[in-house]
């Protein structure tokens, strides 16, 4: 069973489906994470050339994550994949300073619009075992995520490429589609 | 409204208890079986397997899986610590020059005397079982060396890989000169910002060498190539598709789909040199499938490239599959 059979325990409805959208600049992480679900493997990972997406099934559950690329090309199209998004995943290279501001501005362009009204975000704040990555507090800090009031979000530290704090930021997941 | 087209199922329903006893029924049938029919052949014809496979199959793919097959389930003691030996000198790619002939010489006396086989007779199959060694364990060499490559990062500390970069460059814009090492211009050849170094990812070097090796062995199809990539909507981005190619050519190899290919286009031991021209061959080829595939846009890259890898592999599943090796560009 993969990380996310925890899932499991928060949703009676045993053919429910959920729709997860991950997103963030291009060499944040967004493909690692997806593989670190579907508990595949991470050694192998090449630059998103359009979306990838899996389909994770645990005990009749059924989650279907979108991993859409996050270069700069393609980021227009990202507003093809916002309808029916039930909780988005954005994620941050923390080591990434340089394009911090640009992270920033992204994420209050997907904030901001009308198709994702209302959807909690989770924010990722990978590559914690890079040296000079800001934590945490930090990152949501520079992004101003405290101003946000119209909906519920969380930040979580994680290196997904040795798998740690993916599953915390999962199990958040999991407690906002329950209380919606 | 996007329609959910799910790639993969992940702990999804384990596969059927019946299928696999019918599997494991069959398994042990042929292993009982097997020593009774090939009895049967060998007082009938005179022939032991190796010696009807390399007579009766054709050069190349058909062959020598023929001979990779029969060796691979022989209960010959000294055949299994031949191959055992050999797998070995693969993985420590040591089956090259002096060593390579002394192995061979090694690997054919050892079937010679297991089989009893009297070589001025049948000098023919001491030939071709010997080229077909060749072949089998140049192949898992090229495999471990590729798989090295692939395993180094690439390093912007490292000079060596500095100048594969820029010569990555010149080679794709012999006209424009860079402006910096960190530059908007790499966007041109499809990197996705403004340093490539992040580019490879899990394909490291192998990423590099393979996009280099296209672009300045096969100059022409890759100018070719390049030019279809910046159509203004059916373009895609030039050095990230060539990663996923290097990640496709890279897992057929490994999982031997690629077998086909090598054992069919190698004359002699396979180099890292015929891994890059598969390589070439499946980019060039795929940007023609890309093209005829009518992309609204690059999203629908997975998709068409999942067309693609399974078209290649139907045909890799043909040993008797003959590729193209000389990439000719088509002007229209």
């Keep these: 069973m993969g990380l996310l059979s925890i899932l499991r325990k928060f949703t009676s409805a045993p053919e429910r489906e959920l729709r997860l959208l991950l997103l963030g600049l291009d060499n944040a992480g967004k493909t690692t994470i997806l593989k670190i679900l579907a508990s595949e493997d991470i050694t192998s990972i090449t630059p998103t050339a359009g979306f990838n997406i899996k389909s994770v099934i645990s005990d009749g559950f059924k989650l279907n994550v979108w991993d859409i690329g996050g270069q700069r090309k393609i980021r227009p199209y990202w507003k093809n994949y916002f309808e029916n998004t039930d909780v988005l995943i954005y994620v941050v290279d923390s080591a990434d300073k340089k394009r911090l501001e640009e992270t920033g501005i992204e994420l209050y362009e997907l904030l901001s619009d009308d198709k994702l009204h209302n959807v909690p975000v989770l924010v990722y704040a990978n590559k914690q075992d890079l040296p000079d990555s800001l934590s945490a507090s930090d990152l949501a800090q520079a992004l101003g995520l405290p101003t946000i009031k119209d909906r519920s979000w969380q930040i979580q530290a994680c290196t997904a490429s040795e798998g740690t704090g993916v599953r915390e930021g999962m199990e958040w997941v999991c407690k906002s589609i329950k209380k919606k | ?332």
């Design chain 2, 1 to 332: 409204m996007v329609t959910l087209s799910p790639t993969t199922h992940n702990s999804g329903a384990p596969a059927s208890a019946s299928g696999m006893n019918l599997a494991s029924l069959w398994w042990w049938l042929a292993w009982w079986l097997r020593p009774l029919v090939k009895w049967v052949l060998r007082r009938t014809t005179g022939l032991c397997e190796l010696q009807r496979i390399c007579y009766g199959e054709v050069s190349g793919a058909p062959r020598v899986k023929g001979v990779e097959r029969s060796l691979a389930s022989s209960r010959h003691p000294q055949l299994r610590q031949l191959v055992a030996h050999l797998d070995d000198v693969a993985a420590r790619r040591c089956f090259t020059g002096a060593n390579e002939r002394q192995l061979l010489q090694r690997a054919v006396s050892a079937v010679l005397v297991a089989k009893r086989i009297n070589p001025t007779v049948h000098c023919g199959f001491v030939a071709a079982f010997g080229k077909c060694v060749e072949q089998i364990w140049g192949y898992r060499q090229l495999a471990a060396e590729v798989e090295l490559l692939r395993q180094t990062p690439f390093d912007s500390a490292d000079a060596s890989h500095e100048r594969r970069l820029l010569d990555l460059w010149r080679s794709l814009r012999p006209d424009e000169p860079l402006q910096g090492r960190i530059s908007k211009q790499w966007q041109d050849i499809g990197f996705q910002g403004d340093d490539p170094k992040t580019d490879f990812r899990g394909m490291g070097l192998l990423g590099l060498e393979n996009l280099l090796f296209f672009a300045s062995e096969h100059r022409a199809p890759a100018h070719h190539v390049l030019a279809h990539s910046m159509h203004a909507t059916a373009g895609y981005c030039f050095a990230i598709v060539g990663i996923n190619i290097t990640h496709m050519a890279w897992s057929m190899l490994r999982d031997g789909s690629a077998q086909t290919y090598f054992y069919n286009t190698s004359r002699s031991l396979p180099t890292l040199r015929l891994f890059h021209c598969f390589y070439s061959y499946l980019f060039y080829e795929f940007d023609r499938f890309w093209a005829e595939a009518k992309p609204t846009n690059i999203m629908e890259f997975s998709t068409v490239k999942g067309q693609f890898e399974r078209r290649v592999r139907v045909a890799l599943s043909d040993p008797r599959t003959q590729f193209r090796v000389t990439l000719a560009v088509h002007h229209v």
